[in-house]
């Protein structure tokens, strides 16, 4: 495996100013730069994107930016409120924007719920599938109050089951991200063979 840290971006797809998504994927940033991995936080609340249009996207003066993001990142925290059993339209609109920058790297998701999120979480494999991304096999989802309060997590099973998840971002993470660059400096026939240069 490569000395190299894993880039992990960790997005925030809420935009409510007392977001309990906010505090589990800051926290999970945390554990996981703790860890060696380096961390990136895309808080669409205080980094708005226009809504995606497929025609003028990458004409924007800060997409280039938000690209070279989305290109050095080996793993993806997707944290998002459920919101009548889907992903936040911020998150889906951050989504939409790329495609073939998803490709082989590995989705962990994150969602707040009081109803274990699992439409929510179906949907974000969805997205990865339809981009020929990973994810692990299962999402992370906690309750309000219940595992979360006063910017603390306080859910004992939460918190064991976030560390959990962090362990296998970063474990997972990294031999994915180590097995995407060998597949994209080789000529083997795998679906990463049409992102070479």
């Keep these: 495996m ?3 840290p894993l880039n992990v971006l960790a997005v925030i797809g809420s935009l409510h100013s007392e977001s309990v998504t906010r505090v589990v994927v800051n926290h999970t940033a945390e554990r996981l730069r703790a860890d060696g991995c380096a961390v990136d936080v895309l808080d669409l609340g205080k980094e708005p994107l226009p809504l995606y249009n497929p025609d003028t996207a990458e004409d924007r003066p800060a997409f280039a930016a938000l690209k070279a993001r989305v290109d050095r990142a080996d793993v993806f925290i997707l944290g998002t409120p459920d919101y009548h059993g889907s992903i936040s339209s911020a998150l889906k609109n951050f989504l939409d924007h790329f495609w073939h920058e998803f490709a082989g790297k590995l989705f962990a998701t994150v969602v707040a719920s009081h109803e ?8 974000l494999r969805t997205v990865a599938r ?7 096999p299962y999402g992370v989802s906690f309750a309000e109050k219940a ?5 603390k997590i306080v859910g004992e099973a939460f918190s064991k089951r976030l560390e959990m998840m962090i362990h296998d971002t970063r474990v997972y993470g990294a031999a994915l991200a180590h097995q995407r660059r060998a597949d994209l400096a080789g ?3 795998g679906f990463m063979a049409r992102l070479r240069n």
């Design 2 to 4: 490569s000395s190299k």
């Design 187 to 189: 000529d083997a026939p």
């Design 130 to 136: 339809q981009c020929y991304a990973w994810t692990l």
């Design 116 to 123: 274990k999120g699992l439409t929510v979480t179906d949907q």
């Design 147 to 151: 595992d979360v309060k006063n910017s």
